[in-house]
């Protein structure tokens, strides 16, 4: 059997026979440590420091979540990741009528700053770093999170972890947007100024180019629109009154780490040293904290089978190795079972094992950017520049992402490569072990975790009874108050602290801004 | 006359992950069928209705969010009272198989699991439909 995609990368990148010098002509390589960081931010690399092992993690009721997350920090988990369930994802309290089915499905379920605290009950928010996979309701969630952090009595400038906040790759690709590309991209500056002046530990945004890439695109698009994203962030913020130095520190990326080892690898350098470079010559940054571009990484989950899943564990292994060789600073590794459903504690557990052989018995974190030099690892990474360069010229010729997105720019050069990728998959040119290539006839079925049917009953209970609870006086005139910041100009992250601390619902709170901002719905791009 | 199948691609639920639902109705259309693809959020009643005015012979739901339990018994309980049983309800996603057994059992022609070829999908379209024809 010949090998596949033996001729391009998974990107189309085509691959020589052999790899020498004149691969790499012009090719320079300051030390790890040095800009453009191409080698890595630190100069000691994971010899300083170890990436933080993140495993993302929510089912069912605040209740559940809380008891799979303190068995994951026991296991020597370092940090935690929370997953929320679509009707919290997309601002609604599991009482509204589109959650029916949904609720605790693909998260946890969190209508209220009550169901925050149990979530956190017994960790302390000061010392455990937290990341919250929320986007269009982040402000409200983020609020939650940090008056939890009030209740336990820790300082905000103690409080350290990310929110996602990466509205625009909701327009682009995994479309978990409520409001249209513009008030929510006040609301996303909002939580960034706010975190800048109150909690100053915090990464208000976590630019993602995982979901670009769940959805189907290229590495090369998932690096250009990660990175272009970033840099409408970076203008909102300084239309704003912001100093690029302030806030730019704190901004983190996330990426994909999928099946072609070296092109991920080098996806990885290739991101580190465009983000330097803009920071410094279309930024004018000056603190080289701003060049230095953090990131976490996750395996892919799209390229996991339902079929063999025992293979998904070498899968992650490869994709994690990617990532670890690549730099990253914080890493989830997928569980085997996740082509089927949220994974068992059985599964999670192998997955964070599979980080803990990288890390302690394989010796790759020994010496930072091992790859360095390669002629085929720092070609393929000057090609990943070059080609991601181009994409992030056409976009600003179009006057920036917002207008390409609206154009369905993104949109449709992602449906193009998923759906080029996936003829390769039928006519067998792509070959993935299990699916189109070594198939097996029988297989056993693998050990499920099924979610409990009875979470969406508790949560309403819950909500019922807070309402009944609480001053509705006081979430009332809080709304109200929120409403006409919404309306207004001002900063609305102190407005939804006092309604969250009312215990005003995520659902009342995004319905405030529903009126204040109208909703959106895309012309979908086929 | 046209003779071209009809088919109404949909996406239920809050869910937003799409890539699936528009590989399918590309692939549906370059087999040369006529395909309507609602977009995302569709209440069961949005897509009897859409299905209705279009006059499709097959409707494909795509569901990854785990919802399907509560979603499909509602369109299929809305297309028996709308006297629309002739229609082809066929479902792609991450599906248990126990559940699709009793997705089955309410009538729903075929369940694609993860790993499904499109060659297997447009097949049985092209086949069923024919059937029934």
């Known amino acids: 059997m010949k090998l596949a995609s033996a001729i391009t990368s998974l990107s189309g990148i085509p691959i020589e026979p052999v790899y020498g010098p004149e691969h790499v002509r012009g090719l320079e390589l300051p030390a790890p440590g040095e800009f453009p960081y191409t080698r890595g931010i630190h100069r000691d690399m994971y010899r300083g420091k170890l990436w933080t092992m993140r495993q993302f993690s929510g089912f069912g009721t605040p209740e559940e979540t809380n008891r799979r997350y303190l068995y994951l920090l026991s296991q020597g988990q370092t940090g935690l990741s929370v997953a929320f369930d679509l009707p919290t994802l997309m601002g609604y309290d599991a009482d509204h009528v589109t959650a029916e089915g949904e609720v605790g499905k693909c998260g946890v379920s969190i209508s209220s700053l009550e169901d925050m605290e149990i979530l956190f009950g017994g960790i302390p928010l000061g010392d455990v770093t937290v990341s919250m996979t929320i986007n269009s309701p982040a402000p409200?969630?983020?609020?939650?999170?940090?008056?939890?952090?009030?209740?336990?009595?820790?300082?905000?400038?103690?409080?350290?972890?990310?929110?996602?906040?990466?509205?625009?790759?909701?327009?682009?690709?995994?479309?978990?947007?409520?409001?249209?590309?513009?008030?929510?991209?006040?609301?996303?500056?909002?939580?960034?100024?706010?975190?800048?002046?109150?909690?100053?530990?915090?990464?208000?945004?976590?630019?993602?180019?995982?979901?670009?890439?769940?959805?189907?695109?290229?590495?090369?698009?998932?690096?250009?629109?990660?990175?272009?994203?970033?840099?409408?962030?970076?203008?909102?913020?300084?239309?704003?009154?912001?100093?690029?130095?302030?806030?730019?520190?704190?901004?983190?990326?996330?990426?994909?780490?999928?099946?072609?080892?070296?092109?991920?690898?080098?996806?990885?350098?290739?991101?580190?040293?465009?983000?330097?470079?803009?920071?410094?010559?279309?930024?004018?940054?000056?603190?080289?904290?701003?060049?230095?571009?953090?990131?976490?990484?996750?395996?892919?989950?799209?390229?996991?089978?339902?079929?063999?899943?025992?293979?998904?564990?070498?899968?992650?292994?490869?994709?994690?190795?990617?990532?670890?060789?690549?730099?990253?600073?914080?890493?989830?590794?997928?569980?085997?079972?996740?082509?089927?459903a949220l994974p068992s504690e059985h599964a999670v557990t192998i997955a964070l094992r599979t980080q803990q052989i990288i890390a302690y018995e394989s010796g790759v974190p020994a010496a930072p950017d091992p790859l360095a030099g390669s002629y085929f690892v720092e070609s393929l990474t000057m090609e990943m520049e070059k080609r991601a360069n181009d994409y992030i010229r056409r976009i600003d010729e179009m006057g920036g992402m917002i207008p390409a997105i609206e154009r369905g720019f993104p949109q449709t050069e992602i449906a193009d490569a998923s759906y080029q990728f996936q003829h390769t998959i039928e006519t067998g040119e792509q070959k993935i072990v299990g699916v189109n290539a070594f198939v097996e006839k029988n297989e056993d079925p693998i050990e499920l975790l099924h979610i409990d049917e009875s979470a969406q009953q508790l949560q309403?209970?819950?909500?019922?009874?807070?309402?009944?609870?609480?001053?509705?006086?006081?979430?009332?005139?809080?709304?109200?108050?929120?409403?006409?910041?919404?309306?207004?100009?001002?900063?609305?992250?102190?407005?939804?602290?006092?309604?969250?601390?009312?215990?005003?619902?995520?659902?009342?709170?995004?319905?405030?801004?529903?009126?204040?901002?109208?909703?959106?719905?895309?012309?979908?791009?086929? | 006359m046209d003779h071209r199948i009809r088919v109404l691609v949909a996406k239920p639920g809050l869910d937003g992950h799409d890539r699936g639902a528009k590989v399918i109705a590309r692939a549906l259309r370059d087999a040369g069928m006529e395909v309507i693809y609602t977009g995302l959020r569709q209440t069961p009643e949005m897509i009897v209705n859409a299905s209705l005015q279009e006059d499709v012979q097959v409707i494909g739901l795509s569901i990854l969010s785990g919802a399907h339990n509560a979603i499909v018994p509602r369109v299929m309980e809305l297309l028996r009272e709308k006297h629309m049983d002739d229609v082809l309800v066929v479902i792609g996603g991450i599906i248990p198989d126990e559940d699709a057994a009793k997705l089955k059992q309410l009538g729903v022609a075929a369940v694609f699991q993860p790993g499904a070829s499109l060659d297997e999908i447009v097949g049985f379209i092209r086949s069923s439909v024919k059937q029934t024809a």
């Open chain 1, 140 to 340: 409200v969630i983020w609020a939650m999170y940090l008056a939890a952090g009030e209740k336990q009595g820790v300082d905000w400038t103690r409080m350290s972890g990310t929110l996602q906040n990466d509205i625009l790759k909701e327009y682009i690709a995994q479309k978990e947007y409520i409001y249209p590309p513009r008030p929510s991209m006040r609301l996303v500056t909002d939580v960034i100024e706010y975190c800048t002046q109150r909690v100053p530990r915090f990464n208000p945004i976590s630019i993602s180019g995982y979901h670009i890439r769940e959805a189907g695109s290229t590495a090369v698009q998932e690096l250009a629109f990660t990175l272009r994203d970033g840099i409408e962030y970076v203008d909102w913020a300084l239309e704003r009154g912001l100093l690029v130095d302030s806030f730019a520190p704190r901004l983190s990326f996330f990426f994909n780490s999928h099946s072609d080892f070296f092109e991920e690898i080098a996806k990885y350098r290739a991101a580190r040293k465009i983000w330097a470079e803009t920071m410094r010559n279309r930024f004018g940054a000056t603190d080289e904290r701003s060049w230095k571009l953090r990131t976490h990484a996750q395996t892919a989950g799209c390229s996991l089978t339902w079929q063999q899943p025992y293979n998904n564990i070498v899968r992650t292994t490869l994709q994690a190795l990617a990532a670890v060789l690549g730099g990253t600073q914080s890493l989830h590794t997928n569980s085997l079972d996740e082509a089927y």
């Open chain 1, 460 to 526: 309403v209970q819950k909500l019922v009874k807070l309402k009944s609870e609480r001053s509705n006086e006081k979430v009332r005139k809080s709304l109200d108050e929120l409403k006409r910041a919404a309306d207004g100009r001002d900063n609305t992250m102190p407005f939804i602290l006092d309604a969250v601390r009312a215990y005003a619902t995520v659902g009342e709170i995004c319905d405030a801004f529903r009126e204040s901002f109208g909703t959106y719905t895309e012309t979908s791009v086929l």
